[in-house]
Each structure stands twice: as C-alpha cells, then as structure tokens.
C-alpha cells in the first residue's frame, strides 16, 4: 500500500507548544514511523511541510497524497487543552463509511489504551482539510495532549519510536519487530572504509527547494529531483532506508559546521 505520512504542521509554522513541542515531537514520530511501514512492505510518501502557513502546510500535505496517488493518508498530531489533566488518545475519520479505516482507527486507539493513555476513541469530523481534501481515505492520529502531565510522561517513556511502534502496528495489525535491521554497507572507494556519513539537506530560509547531497567529503547541489532520487534508490538498495535528510537555516548554520569538519586537516600527527 502507498501511505502519505506527515508530521503535523511545519518548523515555520508550529502546532500545539506544551510541556513539549507538539511539531518537533511529530516529525520525531513520523521518522521512526518510515522504516517501520517500509519494512511492513508498504511504501511511504513523505508528506511534511516547511510552509509558513497554516493553509500552506495543510496543503502541502494533502497536495502531496493526492499527487502521488496514496491509498491512505495518515497525519499525526498531538492535543492541547488548558488543564495539565487532559489526557488521551483519539482517531479522528472522515466518516464512517470505510469499515477497514475504522478497524485501523479503533486498533491505533486500543494500542495507546494498553500503553496507559486514556482511549478517547475514534470520532469523525468533515471540517478537517487532512480528512476532506484528500482524496483516499485519511485519518488523523492525535496521539496524546502535549500539554497533560501524564500523557508527556508516559510518552518520555516509550520516546517516539514506541509511539510510532503502536501507530504502525494499529495500521497494519503486524507486530513491529524490535530487531535492529542489518545494514549493507558499501565500500567507499576514496578512503577504503564503509560510506555512513552520507545525507541530503536544505538550508531552508535561503532556498527551502534547493537539496544538497553531501558524500561524506563534500556537498553537492542538486539541480534535478530526479537526482534526489536516484542517489536515494541507490542508497535505499543498499541501506534498506531512505537517506536522511536534513532541514537547516543559515541562523544555525550546521551545514558548514559539517563542511569545515570534514575537510579540517589534523593538528597534528602521531607516528607509530
């Protein structure tokens, strides 16, 4: 199955602020929640947004889903509410026409319940733009209040990967393996060792569009998103992962931080 997947709302325009970041905490999500899907054999679409706009991040999500033409589309989110108590879990659908999606909504919710958050469960609403401007079947995974006491504590202790653990497996009713995946790496060439240190990133408030792919060596610019994509394929293929990929400012300048480190000569030399 083909999943549009977002982290709800954007680095320049955030959510819910908390006892946590409500977007940070998201994105963190939907990253350990990619592998999860592609090692159930579903292939994922990356639906995030680096807008600064509530429509613009709404749209570029849902845009995103329709264009690749997903059979479902998930955004995952979090609550907020005045009081530290409010706590819990819920699954927000469209309607309730789609006995599969409901199936998955009621799982998502079950899951959280055995974890300790309150279950709120599965509601609909067609006001939602993730729920009525897509054109599959979506849903919306409001996975705990940012704001609750309990609800931060009890995500501290699973982290995102637990949570996504409890997300992908309401989706696919398969247990997610707790095995770390074997990598294949594959031989650099330059220096004889194993090429890790390899990412794609944008330095997002001077060009949000233009990708850098950085070799371990050096950075290049992409010109082409089809060159994204097949240094991506290749490094999947190897990896069983898609590449990382980094979202920088020039006010965080962590892109020539890399740079400078890498190509540093050594201050000094020790003989054997």
């Given at each position: 199955m083909k999943i549009g997947l977002r982290g709800g709302h954007s680095p320049n325009c955030k959510g819910a602020m908390g006892i946590i970041d409500e977007q940070a905490e998201v994105r963190k999500i939907y990253n350990e929640m990619v592998p999860m899907l592609q090692a159930a054999g579903h292939t994922v679409i990356d639906c995030n947004s680096n807008a600064n706009s509530v429509v613009g991040e709404l749209n570029d999500g849902t845009n995103k889903a329709n264009a690749n033409n997903c059979e479902m589309f998930v955004s995952i989110h979090m609550n907020a509410a005045g009081s530290p108590d409010a706590n819990g879990s819920e699954v927000f659908l469209y309607n309730n026409g789609n006995a599969v999606m409901n199936q998955r909504a009621t799982s998502i919710c079950d899951k959280f319940a055995q974890k300790g958050f309150p279950n709120r469960g599965v509601k609909f609403n067609t006001a939602y733009h993730d729920l009525n401007a897509s054109s599959m079947p979506a849903m919306i995974v409001e996975t705990l209040f940012c704001t609750g006491i309990a609800d931060v504590d009890r995500y501290r202790a699973l982290g995102p990967k637990?949570?996504?653990?409890?997300?992908?497996?309401?989706?696919?009713?398969?247990?997610?393996?707790?095995?770390?995946?074997?990598?294949?790496?594959?031989?650099?060439?330059?220096?004889?060792?194993?090429?890790?240190?390899?990412?794609?990133?944008?330095?997002?408030?001077?060009?949000?569009?233009?990708?850098?792919?950085?070799?371990?060596?050096?950075?290049?610019?992409?010109?082409?998103?089809?060159e994204k994509k097949v240094l991506n394929d290749i490094y999947k293929a190897n990896n069983g992962k898609d590449m990382p990929e980094f979202l920088w400012t020039s006010k965080a300048p962590w892109f020539t931080r890399l740079q400078n480190a890498v190509e540093r000569k050594p201050q000094f030399v020790i003989k054997k």
């Open positions: 637990g949570i996504a653990t409890l997300i992908v497996e309401g989706i696919t009713g398969k247990v997610v393996s707790s095995a770390p995946v074997q990598l294949q790496q594959t031989p650099d060439s330059k220096k004889g060792s194993t090429a890790t240190m390899v990412c794609f990133y944008r330095v997002t408030d001077l060009d949000k569009d233009k990708v850098y792919y950085f070799d371990g060596f050096t950075a290049h610019p992409l010109n082409h998103p089809d």
